[in-house]
């Protein structure tokens, strides 16, 4: 059973430091609390038995240090909303230019059927 706990607290403990360093760092703070939770069993187990291993203190560790990182990105990283006018003006443009290139093709189609309509002798 502790050997179930300490893998467990490991792999949550690694996803944590992989995620904290991604964009998306606030999604670490679950694999930490998870690998809190399983090394906490893991070591309350360990120290039932008597010894306790120091893979338990190095996802201790690693849990800790993927929390440091997610708090100093929280408290330090500003995320800064652009002007969306431009946004709105591209995607104005954008639909303008479908619109013609839509107009252009139904031309085209009327062109075929008018080629078709004519007779070769």
């Known amino acids: 059973m502790k050997k179930i706990f300490t893998i ?9 430091v992989i995620l904290s360093v991604l ?6 703070i679950f694999p930490s609390v998870l690998a809190l939770i399983f090394g906490g069993i893991a070591f309350y187990l360990s ?7 120091k893979i338990i ?14 708090t100093y990105k929280a408290a330090f990283n500003e995320t800064e909303i652009g002007d969306t006018q431009d946004m709105v003006e591209k995607e104005t443009e954008s639909k303008e230019e479908a619109i013609e290139e839509l107009e252009e093709l139904d031309i085209e189609l009327e062109d075929i059927e008018e080629l078709e309509d004519i007779e070769i002798e």
Do not use: H, M, R, Y
Not at 8 to 16: F, G, K, N, T
Not at 23 to 28: D, G, Y
Not at 57 to 70: C, K, P, Y
């Open 47 to 53: 120290k039932k038995e008597g010894e306790v291993k």
């Open 57 to 70: 203190q190095f996802t201790f560790f690693l849990t800790l240090a993927s929390l440091a990182i997610v």
């Open 23 to 28: 964009p998306v760092s606030n999604l670490a």
């Open 8 to 16: 467990l607290a490991l792999i949550a403990s690694v996803l944590a």
